[in-house]
């Protein structure tokens, strides 16, 4: 019985760590991709919402 109760306590706190990291490696990639984005000078942006706009739309695209 009380290992049947830690195991769902340890299984909630598995899935709260993973609700909040997954966004982690996303976040990551946007972030090279601004910063790439910069270097290129065929691709040009006013502001920094624009070249995040165009970085996560551009790798959730390639993601399918």
């Known amino acids: 019985m009380v290992k049947n109760i830690l195991i769902f306590i340890f299984l909630v706190i ?3 760590v ?3 990291f997954s966004d982690h490696n996303f ?3 946007v972030q ?3 910063a790439g984005s910069q270097l290129d000078k065929e691709v040009t ?3 920094a919402e624009e070249a ?3 970085c996560e739309e551009k790798i959730r695209n390639k993601g399918k």
Do not use: S
Request: glycine share 0%; with cysteine; hydrophobic share 55%.
């Open 52 to 54: 995040k706009e165009f």
């Open 45 to 47: 942006f006013n502001n």
């Open 14 to 16: 598995a899935v709260v």
């Open 18 to 20: 993973i609700m909040n």
């Open 27 to 29: 976040k990551r990639a």
């Open 32 to 34: 090279a991709c601004m």
